[in-house]
């Protein structure tokens, strides 16, 4: 299993442009997340789906945009990027139904806003 | 919503001494409180997790404590040694098989240093 894969790492974008964070899962996890880390302020949740076609809004959700077409894959799409958004995302996946509520981060994506 | 407080932000330490991170949870509803170690430049990972109906659980050098009551939990690592320099995150969440909750509210994360 790879478990849970992020692309792009890193990725430096200009105000106002949009661009799409990939994410997917092979351990056929049904909760779905993204969050992200600024420094010194810990994982803030932006989006998150509980299974496929279904997502709902975290914490931060203000610019951004998700979908979960498949239990496989859920993108985080950012529109019209500001400096803001300049942060480390990650994306996790879990499956409510085992014996411990362990979250599987990926990588993380690095993304500046220039 | 839930908001988990997380204490000290840094946290030094001689190597074979005790370390102790503590966190706090506002909702009273939260029964599941795990604590993740995230290494520079790393995805976190969990290192040990407990449910609102135990009061302790421990893994070798690593226990958690948890306090309903006043709503605080703390990790305690014995024994330190220099490869447990990481960044320390508590979170909490309502744990449920279906359906709504199931979403961490992560504490902002303590930065402890072993020193040799």
């Known amino acids: 299993n790879a478990g849970v894969t992020q692309t792009p790492k890193f990725r430096i974008l200009k105000i106002g442009q949009s661009m799409t964070l990939q994410c997917a899962q092979d351990m056929n996890h049904n909760y779905m997340y993204w969050y992200r880390q600024d420094p010194g302020m810990g994982l803030k949740l932006i989006y998150y789906s509980v299974g496929a076609g279904i997502t709902d809004k975290g914490e931060v959700p203000n610019g951004y945009n998700v979908s979960r077409s498949t239990t496989e894959d859920f993108p985080l799409r950012l529109e019209l990027a500001a400096p803001s958004q300049t942060s480390v995302y990650f994306c996790?996946?879990?499956?409510?139904?085992?014996?411990?509520?362990?979250?599987?981060f990926g990588e993380g994506s690095r993304l500046t806003v220039l | 919503g839930e908001n988990v407080e997380q204490h000290p932000s840094t946290l030094s330490v001689q190597e074979g001494d005790s370390a102790v991170i503590k966190c706090t949870y506002s909702?009273?509803?939260?029964?599941?409180f795990p604590w993740y170690k995230q290494e520079l430049g790393k995805r976190p990972q969990l290192i040990i997790d407990i449910r609102s109906n135990v009061g302790e659980k421990k893994d070798q050098r690593i226990a958690v404590t948890l306090n309903k009551t006043a709503k605080h939990f703390s990790l305690h690592i014995t024994e330190t040694q220099p490869e447990d320099s990481a960044v320390y995150f508590c979170?909490?969440?309502?744990?449920?098989?279906?359906?709504?909750?199931?979403?961490?509210?992560f504490g902002t994360g303590t930065q402890l240093k072993v020193e040799l």
């Open positions: 996790a996946s879990v499956w409510t139904g085992g014996k411990t509520g362990e979250l599987f």
């Open positions: 909702d009273s509803a939260s029964n599941y």
């Open positions: 979170a909490a969440s309502t744990w449920v098989l279906t359906g709504g909750g199931n979403k961490l509210t």
